[in-house]
């Protein structure tokens, strides 16, 4: 019996359209990335991250001045409930380090890397990206920045 590979979900999956990686879509698929770096099945990353769209809060902005409880709710109706308040205050956290380091701006955060290995190592900056959440946002993001 062959093996079975799962797919990977990307930002297609997420009805999100990175194009040339400019700051909205590159923030959204860094909220993305958190969601998808935790250990939850990727398809309740995907409902939660959608739960997320549906709120609203998916830029810098909105996401630093969300209400905590009204974050944990949405994650839990995307089933991501093992994780969900700790995940609000990553997110609440991810909005305001933008913010504060970059602006807003993500494609600042571009600037700061000559690589793809310097680029995953800046995004680990933030609190709730690791190692996994960063790779999966090196592996969209690097080359639309011409990493």
């Known amino acids: 019996m062959a093996a079975h590979t799962k797919k990977r979900l990307g930002p297609t999956d997420l009805d999100l359209d990175l194009g040339r990686g400019t700051d909205a879509p590159a923030f959204r698929w860094l909220v993305a ?12 990353a995907a409902r939660a991250y959608r739960e997320l769209d549906e709120l609203g809060v998916l830029t810098p902005t909105r996401l630093a001045g969300a209400d905590w409880q009204t974050l944990v709710d949405a994650l839990g109706r995307g089933g991501y409930r093992r994780y969900d308040e700790s995940t609000a205050r990553e997110l609440i956290a991810l909005g305001r380090q933008v913010l504060d380091d970059y602006g807003g701006h993500l ?7 000559d690589s793809r ?3 995953a190592r800046e995004v680990q900056r933030f609190k709730g990206i690791g190692p996994t959440a960063a790779d999966i946002f090196v592996r969209e993001l690097a080359p639309l920045w011409e990493l």
């Open 117 to 119: 290995d310097e680029l």
């Open 107 to 113: 494609t600042r955060l571009r600037r700061a890397a």
């Open 33 to 44: 990335c958190l969601l998808f770096g935790a250990r939850i099945s990727q398809d309740i």
